[in-house]
């Protein structure tokens, strides 16, 4: 191979790299929202200026800003994630608790399961408890 073709390659292949990190981090949202700005600095000035901006009268989600009633309805931000709520445990109530996100192939039996509650609010039953020791 000659080395100007050789270039010519590297060039493309680079090129091509480019254009799939740009689309894999923020292109392709840009996109949809129709507005140019720059990623965040590493700093926490780009999350305060959302949240500053933001006109949410109940409740701000904290990993994605989106505006809903209760913590607990809190949308997970990657689409191959479930929300899998839990209860408050003063009130027991599931609205008034919150939500951890985990990979839908995981489910939320096992988290729930390690954080000693089942879906209903039961306690997990002793020998199962004695399992994870």
């Not at 680079?14 to 949202?29: D, R, T």
């Not at 140019?36 to 933001?54: I, K, L, M, N, Y």
Request: charged share 20%; proline share 10%.
């Amino acid at each position: 191979m000659t080395p100007t073709l050789l270039i010519a390659c590297l060039a493309l292949l680079c090129a091509a790299a480019q254009a799939q990190f740009f689309n894999f981090f923020g292109g392709q949202h840009q996109q949809h929202h129709g507005e140019q700005e720059p990623p965040p600095s590493g700093d926490a000035s780009w999350f305060e200026a959302r949240v500053d901006a933001s006109t949410c009268p109940t409740y701000l989600c904290p990993r994605t800003l989106s505006c809903v009633p209760h913590p607990s309805r809190c949308p997970c931000p990657f689409k191959q994630q479930i929300r899998c709520p839990f209860p408050d445990p003063i009130t027991g109530k599931l609205d008034d608790g919150g939500a951890f996100c985990v990979n839908e192939d995981e489910g939320c039996e096992k988290v729930l399961m390690a954080r000693g509650l089942w879906w209903e609010g039961r306690k997990l039953d002793e020998g199962l408890m004695k399992a994870f020791a």
